[in-house]
């Protein structure tokens, strides 16, 4: 079964679109976490004519807990320490 965690943050479908493949694979030895921020969090309007987060999201609801993160920076400390529990910064 899992033996931990991944927390994958994504912002920019370009700089994840090699690691979307993976996941059905890892999903079977990790529980899977995927933060969707800024332009890949799916209450954002894809300005382009073709939305390539449409597959890619597909593909994270199947394998992976979706957690729609912020579209703001100032948003991310927030949503780290909500769904990670993460310790207060120093």
């Keep these: ?31 899977i976490d995927i933060l969707l921020n800024g332009e890949m969090n799916r209450n ?7 939305d390539p987060r449409k597959n890619s999201c597909k593909i994270f609801e ?7 993160g912020w579209i703001e920076p100032k948003g991310c400390r927030r949503f780290l320490k909500k769904f990670w529990m993460l310790p207060p910064m120093e």
């Design 62 to 68: 199947k394998h992976c807990n979706v957690i729609d």
């Design 1 to 31: 079964m899992n033996e931990g965690r991944i927390l994958f943050l994504t912002s920019r479908y370009r700089c994840g679109e090699k690691m979307y493949s993976i996941l059905p694979e890892l999903s079977q030895y990790f529980s």
């Design 44 to 50: 954002i309007v894809w300005s382009g004519d073709i």
